[in-house]
């Protein structure tokens, strides 16, 4: 691919598809969207996610705790599909891209860089965050008949986490970030 200048395509001849585009900064823009993902999840797994008031009685659930309650509801393998999808691919994802993209920006590469960067976009499609939001918001409109629902902070923490590592991942110029790896790897 030929260098490319800011606001400049690359597009195919034939079926006049854009091949690449030349987006600046956008392993920066990533790295911040990244920073600022895990700091949502951080929000999203220690503050309360909902609360049910129901009959005189509340409870609240924190994130990392709907693991443990399916279990202990007799659900063990939906449990494991929470810890999984829910918890486990959105922390590979972020740690992922901060491991490539922090020390790229400066220049130089961690050890295994590469299988990281990989790993990051192998990950994407198990990463299930947008289902299970999807799936609480549909239990919400069910249950806001039964009980008053009010939604926590980790909630709205939850929301930010999946648009900021959705972008994160969008932004990154796939190109850009491959060439870097390869010339500093070399």
Request: hydrophobic share 55%; net charge positive.
């Amino acid at each position: 691919m030929p260098g490319l200048a800011v606001g400049q395509s690359v597009i195919c001849p034939h079926c006049a598809a854009r091949l690449q585009t030349f987006r600046p900064n956008s392993l920066h823009r990533s790295a911040a969207l990244a920073v600022s993902a895990a700091s949502f999840f951080f929000v999203a797994n220690f503050f309360p996610f909902i609360e049910l008031k129901a009959g005189g009685q509340s409870t609240r659930i924190i994130l990392a705790q709907s693991v443990s309650a399916l279990q202990a509801h007799g659900s063990p393998w939906l449990a494991l599909a929470v810890a999984v999808f829910i918890l486990g691919a959105p922390t590979i994802s972020i740690c992922g891209i901060l491991y490539v993209l922090l020390p790229l920006l400066r220049g130089r590469t961690l050890p295994g860089a590469i299988h990281v960067c990989r790993w990051v976009y192998g990950s994407d499609p198990w990463n299930m965050i947008e289902v299970f939001l999807l799936g609480v918001l549909v239990s919400l409109m069910k249950l806001g008949d039964i009980a008053t629902v009010t939604l926590g902070i980790s909630f709205w923490g939850f929301t930010g986490l999946i648009i900021c590592l959705t972008a994160s991942l969008a932004a990154i110029d796939r190109h850009e970030l491959w060439h870097r790896l390869e010339t500093l790897r070399s």
